[in-house]
């Protein structure tokens, strides 16, 4: 009865009640948006009708990989594509099957390492409940041409939901022991085994492994309570890895955190969970809106959303020693923001953040610089989209020159859409 009533509350805070009380709060006008010295160009994208759930992925080559879903008969496939230029490659199927989770904001990826092997997860029903699913992960040795049959990363066997996967670098410590030396893949997930095995306080909780194709390393707590069902972000920093999610305390508070893997006597350890900054949003229920992180070295920036105070904000702060402490936040929307971020560290440690923001009855993808001392550019219009779940989550990344986003145009072509914002010189 407790796992059927947190899920009740967890669905009063999807988008529908978000975006009507961002309506109510009369938040002012926005300021327009402005793309001079930029423009926006739509990329064909290699997804059909019907596709959706698209993530991207640059490796450290700077080829840009595009995942997504698409039905197929009575199936769903997970594929992937390659940007040549300003062409996508031919699709290529990474796996196919019945009984997939698909969902507008558990999404499957896909990692390519330096060395060119490439993980990529998606999630499969365990059981007869709604959320009762599995993580899924499976490798290719072959730039993706094969791919291995898959393994789940959480073992403990029970239906129950384990998602929201962010995956990872992994050098040393807690790991499984590959045989050539190669870098493993450490993975973070939302698990909520505690609603199936009849614990008496049931929690989610967020969990950790180390993959690699000859096996998996050992499964840690990360942190023992958290929110329900928003993203979590990792990076890779030069001190290790960090992990950001959207916490949760018992008064309900709902801020982000971050877990940070620390070098101790050779092996990388993880820390306890510390506040990004505390917003003090106090809700019962999940907003199903997670951060986001990026590195360069020891700098860290994480954007988020946030309605503490009955006013929706998107937020972006920075850290210059690995995520270990962090500036004061900078708002980042233009006064009426959705959330559902997404976020870039560029060489120069200019942060770009990308978000949706409530117009005329709709949502524009908007994407705004901003500096770790506080300055921040003119809010740039991407593309008009729509504030319903099956719009998903927009994606971003930069490439060489300019911006790439990914998203679900629902009220166009009803598949996922791609397109490039470049600086005009």
């Known amino acids: 009865m407790i796992h059927a009533h947190r899920r009740l509350l967890r669905g009063l805070a999807l988008p529908g009640l978000l975006s009507a009380f961002v309506a109510l709060l009369g938040c002012g006008e926005a300021p327009s948006t402005s793309n001079e010295g930029w423009e926006a160009i739509s990329l064909s994208s290699p997804a059909p009708e019907g596709s959706g759930e698209a993530n991207l992925f640059v490796a450290s080559d700077g080829l840009v990989y595009l995942s997504w879903l698409e039905p197929v008969d009575e199936e769903h496939a997970l594929r992937f594509s390659v940007l040549e230029g300003r062409e996508w490659s031919e699709p290529r199927r990474i796996a196919q099957g019945q009984d997939w989770f698909v969902n507008w904001a558990d999404f499957p990826s896909v990692f390519v390492f330096p060395d060119g092997r490439m993980a990529a997860h998606w999630l499969v029903r365990s059981g007869p409940g709604t959320f009762d699913y599995d993580v899924n992960l499976a490798w290719s040795l072959d730039g993706g041409d ?14 129950s939901e384990h998602g929201f996967v962010a995956l990872f670098p992994w050098v040393t410590g807690n790991g499984v022991e590959a ?32 993959l690699l194709p000859e096996g998996l390393g050992a499964e840690l707590l990360l942190d023992g309570r958290v929110c329900d069902c928003c993203q979590t972000s990792a990076a890779l920093t030069d001190r290790g890895p960090v992990v950001v999610y959207r916490d949760r305390t018992e008064e309900e508070v709902r801020d982000i955190s971050i877990v940070r893997a620390v070098e101790e006597e050779g092996e990388l350890r993880w820390t306890d969970p510390a506040p990004v900054h505390e917003d ?57 923001p959705v959330g559902r971020v997404a976020l870039v560290l560029e060489e120069d440690g200019v942060a770009r953040v990308s978000w949706l923001e409530a117009a005329d009855g709709g949502a524009e993808l908007r994407v705004r610089r901003a500096e770790a001392g506080g300055s921040v550019g003119p809010s740039l219009q991407v593309v008009e989209t729509s ?7 927009p994606r971003m990344v930069r490439v060489s020159d300019g911006l790439l986003f990914a998203w679900t145009d629902v009220d166009g072509s009803g598949g996922v859409e791609t397109a490039l914002l470049r600086e005009v010189r």
């Open 280 to 336: 003090g949003w106090v809700i019962p229920a999940c907003p199903v809106n997670g951060p986001m992180v990026a590195a360069r070295g020891s700098e860290v920036a994480v954007a988020w959303f946030t309605a503490a105070d009955d006013v929706p904000r998107v937020r972006v702060a920075f850290s210059s020693d690995g995520g270990a402490s962090f500036g004061d936040p900078i708002q980042i929307d233009d006064g009426n």
């Open 146 to 159: 094969t791919w291995t049959d898959p393994v789940v990363p959480h073992r403990d066997g029970t239906q």
């Open 387 to 393: 504030q319903a779940r099956a719009s998903g989550f």
């Open 179 to 210: 045989q050539d030396g190669s870098i493993a893949l450490g993975a973070a997930w939302l698990d909520g085994r505690d609603f199936a095995t009849g614990t008496d306080d049931p929690e989610m909780s967020l969990r950790f492994t180390t």
